[in-house]
């Protein structure tokens, strides 16, 4: 049995039991990512995930990790462009351990000056890593792209000018901004009961004062299509585009999911098999959608070589002009649904991803995640609600692009046939 419990303070308690394992995944999503960040101070929700594990007023950063690697558990963190999220998974007789540790790590950074200096310099080797890897920057030029001027184009690295800026007082600030209990999900799933994980939820953040949440709701993005691109000299040329999408409140979203798993998702797409498979013009090749509230965009990406860029952004134009003009058929239909809802299935299996699924879905629409109604919207899609939003997802006026490669080529223009 799934449930949300609301602690007094505006907790949200998100309990998936599950008694038949003996394992428990527990984590703390926070409401702050990129998306909150002021623009000279980019990057800070990030530096902040990497700062918390630097040390407590009660804990040295060695006892963090000393303490949770004695109990066998997993430690880690990610940031998002919406949500920063800390979690543990370990046996379940290690709960109030690990909520321990993810508590005071919560509440409790000392955001030491010396220690953030020498973290700046591991998120700047984070950084240029990203910045040799093409993909990765092609990536961040295709959202700075579909969204110019909006808050979802920001890196969540943020920049190397603004982490050099940073100070410890920043750090404190935004996280007593953002760090607020309303704005704040703990998602536990595995062996453990409602009343255990909200006895443990009250001890150890129900002592939090009430605080009112920050207005953070992203506004609607005005996706106009624009193209970005970085010369680098490197043996392939990186390709992407991003056409608007749907936000992830609407329940167009189950369209365009199934209409992605037929045309870019999975080995046997339209995609994958005429891109790649019938013309060689690729290694590999996705196209797949992104949501967030009030926002959206398909994104499609491959690499290929400098000589065959032409024909590839023709090739995938002419794959989408097919979609629109004939759909797709009740077979790939009836596949796309199975494949979609063995993942849903799959997923329920592992207590971590389901800590995370329905953790992000707390997190982002306060509520919680419901598996069974999310079947029951996948089996409701008819082919006429697929080639609804094939038109209106696949808008050539409105398509951006990126591009990193050698010598720079406006694919923006050969998809939108200008």
Do not use: W
């Not at 792209?145 to 100070?167: D, N, P, Q």
């Not at 600030?173 to 062996?191: E, H, I, Q, R």
């Amino acid at each position: 049995m799934n449930k949300l419990v609301v602690l007094d303070n505006g907790l949200k308690v998100v309990v998936c039991e599950n008694p038949s394992v003996r394992s428990l995944a527990a984590g703390v999503f926070v409401g702050a990512g990129s998306v909150n960040e002021e623009s000279e101070k980019s990057g800070i929700s990030h530096l902040i995930e990497h700062m918390v594990f630097k040390g407590t007023e009660r804990r040295s950063a060695f006892d963090i990790v000393n303490e949770t690697d004695s109990v066998g558990a997993q430690l880690n963190a990610y940031t998002s462009k919406t949500h920063t999220c800390y979690y543990t998974v370990s046996r379940d007789i290690h709960a109030d351990k690990c909520l321990d540790v993810l508590a005071d790590m919560y509440f409790n950074p000392k955001f030491d000056a010396a220690e953030l200096e020498k973290e700046k310099k591991v998120v700047l080797e984070e950084l240029n890593e990203s910045e040799d890897t093409p993909d990765d920057v092609c990536m961040e030029k295709l959202a700075s792209a579909v969204y110019k001027g909006h808050a979802l184009e920001r890196s969540i690295l943020g920049t190397k000018k603004t982490l050099k800026a940073l100070s410890a007082e920043d750090l404190h600030a935004y996280k007593n901004k953002f760090y607020v209990p309303t704005d704040t999900v703990l998602s536990l799933a595995g062996n453990i009961s409602e009343a255990e994980a909200v006895g443990l939820a009250e001890k150890h953040f129900g002592r939090a004062p009430v605080v009112e949440s920050p207005a953070r709701r992203l506004e609607a993005a005005t996706v106009k299509g624009h193209f970005a691109h970085k010369k680098k000299q490197i043996e392939q040329a990186h390709i992407a585009f991003g056409f608007p999408g749907i936000a992830y409140e609407s329940d167009e979203t189950f369209a365009l999911k199934l209409l992605s798993s037929a045309f870019g998702m999975e080995m046997s797409s339209r995609l994958f098999q005429n891109v790649r498979e019938k013309l060689g013009l690729c290694y590999s090749i996705i196209g797949y959608p992104t949501s967030y509230i009030n926002n959206g965009s398909y994104v499609i990406y491959t690499s290929t070589s400098p000589e065959n860029v032409e024909l590839a952004v023709k090739a995938i134009r002419a794959e989408i002009e097919r979609l629109l003009e004939g759909g797709i058929t009740e077979e790939e239909l009836a596949k796309s649904k199975e494949q979609l809802k063995t993942s849903m299935v799959l997923g329920q299996e592992s207590t971590s991803a389901v800590m995370r699924a329905f953790g992000r879905h707390a997190v982002t629409t306060g509520e919680l995640y419901d598996i069974d109604d999310n079947i029951r919207k996948i089996d409701e899609v008819t082919l006429k609600d697929i080639s609804a939003v094939a038109e209106k997802v696949f808008d050539f006026e409105r398509v951006s692009a990126s591009f990193v490669g050698g010598e720079i080529v406006d694919i923006h223009k050969m998809m939108k046939g200008i």
